[in-house]
T-cell receptor, first 114, second 115 residues
Framework: EAGVTQFPSHSVIEKGQTVTLRCDPISGHDNLYWYRRVMGKEIKFLLHFVKESKQDESGMPNNRFLAERTGGTYSTLKVQPAELEDSGVYFC????????????FGSGTRLTVV | EDQVTQSPEALRLQEGESSSLNCSYTVSGLRGLFWYRQDPGKGPEFLFTLYSAGEEKEKERLKATLTKKESFLHITAPKPEDSATYLCAVQAGVGRGSTLGRLYFGRGTQLTVWP
């Protein structure tokens, strides 16, 4: 079974530019999560999709972040415009229906805003 | 406020030297406690889920235990390939509505096992 795939693996952009991160979950997983780890801090929740619907987006830092999951398959996370504090590693995870399973995480996208 | 604290931040062990990692948590109604392993440049890899105090789970040289306030990850006779960052995360319990799915992570313990 293919795992959770994220790309790009690395992205370096200038402040004010736009970046779009993509996540392909495990096929058939209804739940898709985005998390972020800022240097020196713990991994923090951003949002949770159940199929194509946003179940919980209370972790999104501000309205510069926009997540979509069209058709309940892959998801994108757009940052527009990017700020220096957005730098970090963005992880995507997926899990089957029901929320008490160990998630499967992707390898992450390392975003650097300069 | 839901919180997870892991200790120590870093641990160096000689191969074969057993030890334990600690995860203390405060959450209103624990639904599950998760242990993950993370290697450099990779995402967290699921190890265990514990659901109630007194529960124990084992996998090779790793054993996870749970009390009402903390969890321990015991590493018996570690090998260099056990070197990684070990992450603890909790999932809050019922009554949380739409936020039920999220995990709260600790900062991790970076384990180094040298030959």
């Amino acid at each position: 079974e293919a795992g959770v795939t994220q790309f790009p693996s690395h992205s370096v952009i200038e402040k004010g530019q736009t970046v779009t991160l993509r996540c392909d979950p495990i096929s058939g997983h209804d739940n898709l999560y985005w998390y972020r780890r800022v240097m020196g801090k713990e991994i923090k929740f951003l949002l949770h999709f159940v199929k194509e619907s946003k179940q919980d987006e209370s972790g999104m830092p501000n309205n510069r972040f926009l997540a979509e999951r069209t058709g309940g398959t892959y998801s994108t996370l757009k940052v527009q415009p990017a700020e220096l504090e957005d730098s970090g590693v963005y992880f995507c995870a997926s899990s089957p229906q029901g929320t008490n399973y160990g998630y499967t995480f992707g390898s992450g996208t390392r975003l650097t805003v300069v | 406020e839901d919180q997870v604290t892991q200790s120590p931040e870093a641990l160096r062990l000689q191969e074969g030297e057993s030890s334990s990692l600690n995860c203390s948590y405060t959450v209103s109604g624990l639904r599950g406690l998760f242990w993950y392993r993370q290697d450099p440049g990779k995402g967290p890899e699921f190890l265990f889920t514990l659901y109630s105090a007194g529960e124990e789970k084992e996998k090779e040289r790793l054993k996870a235990t749970l009390t009402k306030k903390e969890s321990f990850l015991h590493i018996t006779a570690p090998k260099p390939e056990d070197s990684a960052t070990y992450l603890c995360a909790v999932q809050a319990g019922v009554g949380r509505g739409s936020t039920l799915g999220r995990l709260y992570f600790g900062r991790g313990t970076q384990l180094t096992v040298w030959p």
